[in-house]
């Protein structure tokens, strides 16, 4: 059987990679002759397939072991909230200098719009003195918690590739989101409970929808499990009317001899794997109803965070946020629909839309901010921030006229405002500077690959060594265009 399996294997050797594996043999020996020693390649992580989500080491001392990431869907402006430009206000109104349109690609804004300047009054706070809105005045309070980078950019500026890029590190379909890359690299510290879970508020799927939590080309036990924050918390944790938990034992039992003789006559790890997953799955009916109910919690806590138990509520998730941190999953990722201000209509206008999408997210952000902090969470636990890509300084004009009927930007993809808080980063900081409109960066760019290859580095890898074999390439998060540590955020 062993002989079998081995000559099955050889057969399954692509030429591609022969000729791949080959060259590289060939160069490591000749470079070793000359007395140099090659680059390191990928880790060589190794699972138990009976435990695929077991907990397993980093390359060096993390100072993360969990994310909690906010992501606003739509984009929020960064103008409007974090990025004050004083210029931008004398502007306000005036035509659109000719540099800020030419060879620049617009979702929307056609011919020659007028500037926009900030609708909202700003102040500085706290003992760093960063800017914020008066639309955010709980987060406000937060800021010496906070690193703000002004500076992040992306390659896309329509929102489905753009979410796509942001989260999996390519804007096509079928690659691993952050969240299956770190519980694929890392495990997960409690066995009873997926590695990697996505909770929805806004009333919409993000654009991308399930790829932004799926697992790509890795193993499918390190997707996201979306949570539900009305009936099941994930479906078909309840079983079924006159099934038991007896029976339902009796019937996994069965189900995993079944397996166990499939994995004695063809030996395909995944057989093992699959055996785990209904274990876990098994395990989960107790766990996932014990984490996912917030009624238990105190009175003082709910009026914190503004809760509402049993609401479709981004409050209600911030809480459960904290829950699945506290309970030992590693990656919790939120994701907010309702941020798209461009003004063609009242929902989607700064003035209207942008202000009640502000009042669902402050409470309850800075609510779990203190709740972190005052558990020692915060230590330990990287909370990040923004959204897929930023907006213009300039008022949307669809259709090229004088501007929308409410009023909104477009999209920037320039230069956006993202923050970062807890494990590893440091505090009170603001990082880089966009020009006096807020348009461009002005010194110390961030492209999404740099952000990937921080967050990884917090977790304890190389971005460039995290890599899977797939089509041919050590694929990674960080793709294969140039990306950095951002060394300067972190403390």
């Known amino acids: 059987m062993l002989q079998a399996h081995q000559h099955e294997k050889l057969h399954q050797i692509t030429r591609r990679r022969f000729l ?36 397993l080491l980093p390359s060096f001392a993390p100072k993360a072991k969990r994310v909690i990431y906010l992501h606003m869907d739509g984009a929020p402006s960064q103008l409007e909230l974090f990025d004050y430009k004083p210029q931008l206000v004398r502007y306000n109104g005036k035509e659109c200098p000719k540099e800020y349109l030419e060879g620049q690609r617009f979702a929307f804004i056609q011919g020659v719009p007028k500037m926009l300047g900030p609708q909202f009054e700003f102040k500085q706070h706290g003992q760093c003195g960063a800017w914020v ?18 500076t992040m950019q992306t390659d896309q500026f329509n929102h489905g590739p753009a979410q796509l890029l942001l989260h999996t590190g390519n804007q096509n379909l079928g690659y691993p989101a952050m969240g299956s890359w770190l519980t694929w690299g890392l495990g997960t510290e409690n066995q009873n409970l997926p590695g990697f879970m996505v909770l929805i508020s806004g009333g919409r799927f993000p654009r991308a929808g399930a790829s932004l939590w799926g697992s790509g080309f890795l193993p499918s036990v390190y997707q996201g499990v979306q949570c539900r924050s009305t009936g099941d918390p994930i479906l078909n944790t309840t079983n079924p009317a006159g099934i038991s938990r007896e029976i339902r034992r009796a019937a996994l039992d069965t189900l995993s001899k079944l397996n166990t003789k499939a994995h004695e006559d063809f030996g395909d790890p995944e057989t093992i794997t699959r ?17 996912m109910s917030i009624k238990d919690e105190p009175p003082e806590i709910h009026a914190m965070y503004g809760t509402e138990p049993g609401k479709d ?123 006096e409109m807020g348009y461009h960066v002005a010194r110390d760019p961030v492209h999404l690959r740099d952000l990937h290859a921080t967050m990884l580095n917090l977790f304890g890898f190389d971005h460039q060594r995290l890599a899977y074999p797939f089509q041919g390439l050590e694929q990674k998060l960080t793709g294969v265009k140039p990306a950095k540590v951002v060394k300067g955020i972190l403390a």
């Open 133 to 150: 809105s008066d639309r955010l005045p709980e987060l406000a309070k937060h800021v010496d918690k906070l690193c703000f980078i002004k």
């Open 313 to 435: 509520s981004f409050a209600n998730n911030c809480l459960l946020a904290r829950r699945l941190a506290e309970s030992g999953v590693r990656f919790i990722q939120l994701f907010d629909w309702g941020w798209d201000s461009h003004g063609s209509n009242a929902g989607e206008s700064l003035t209207d839309g942008f202000v009640k999408k502000c009042q669902d997210i402050d409470k309850a952000i800075g609510a779990l901010l203190t709740d972190l902090d005052q558990r020692g969470m915060l230590e330990d636990t990287l909370v990040v921030w923004g959204g897929e890509f930023g907006r213009t300084p300039m008022q949307e004009n669809r259709g090229g006229g004088d501007g929308n009927r409410f009023t909104g930007r477009d999209h920037n993809p320039n230069a956006f405002t993202m923050w970062m808080a807890g494990a590893g980063v440091k505090a009170g900081l603001t990082y880089g500077e966009t020009d």
């Open 275 to 291: 055996i785990a997953q209904y274990e876990m799955a098994y395990r989960m009916q107790v766990s996932v109803p014990e984490v």
């Open 20 to 55: 791949r594996d080959c060259p590289a043999g060939i160069g490591a020996l000749w470079m070793a002759s000359q007395g140099i020693s090659p680059a390191a390649g990928r880790l060589k992580i190794s699972h138990d397939p009976s435990a695929p989500l077991a907990p």
